[in-house]
């Protein structure tokens, strides 16, 4: 295989749970009596993946293109504001190979939700669904992710240019 430049990129996002509002992981609803608090609709792990991309293709941070001081993002969906950044990201020759996510919960279980959010980030993404992958983990009880006050999402991708 004839490789151009490859460039790696890693996301890390956490948000606090409350309830009243949805959880939501890659713009799939989790059933759960709380959700991720945030300017935003809140969704911790289309953030980290943003962030991730972005980062690999050394363009800038999703604070910076999408400000939670501006009211436009207020709620914004961040599937969006995902498909928006990858455009930057693909305007600026990159294709992304493959990413790999990792978000820490203590409920609700990510398992039986996983394809679903596999799925719908590798929309956005225009890849195959093979390339994205997502895990859940518990934090074993510890700190504020182990009491379920909230959850971190950590994405890594590789992006290549021909
Ligand atoms: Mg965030």
């Not at 980290?48 to 207020?74: H, R």
Request: proline share 6%; charged share 20%.
């Amino acid at each position: 295989m004839n490789a151009g430049m490859l460039r790696v990129g890693l996301g890390r996002d956490v948000h606090p749970l409350v309830p009243g509002r949805p959880f939501l992981l890659g713009g799939v609803e989790l059933p759960s009596d709380r959700g991720e608090w945030g300017h935003s609709d809140g969704d911790v792990l289309t953030h980290a993946v943003t962030d991730a991309i972005l980062g690999a293709a050394g363009l800038a941070d999703i604070g910076e293109l999408f400000p939670p001081s501006q009211a436009a993002w207020k709620d914004a969906d961040s599937l969006k504001l995902l498909a928006l950044a990858f455009g930057l990201v693909q305007k600026a020759g990159w294709r992304l190979i493959n990413l790999d996510c990792v978000v820490t919960c203590e409920r609700p279980k990510v398992l039986p939700y996983r394809d679903r959010i596999r799925a719908s980030l590798a929309r956005v993404l225009g890849v195959p669904e093979q390339a994205v992958f997502v895990k859940g983990k518990t934090n074993e009880g510890l700190g504020a992710l182990g009491a379920a006050q909230a959850v971190e999402a950590l994405a890594v991708c590789l992006l290549e240019r021909p």
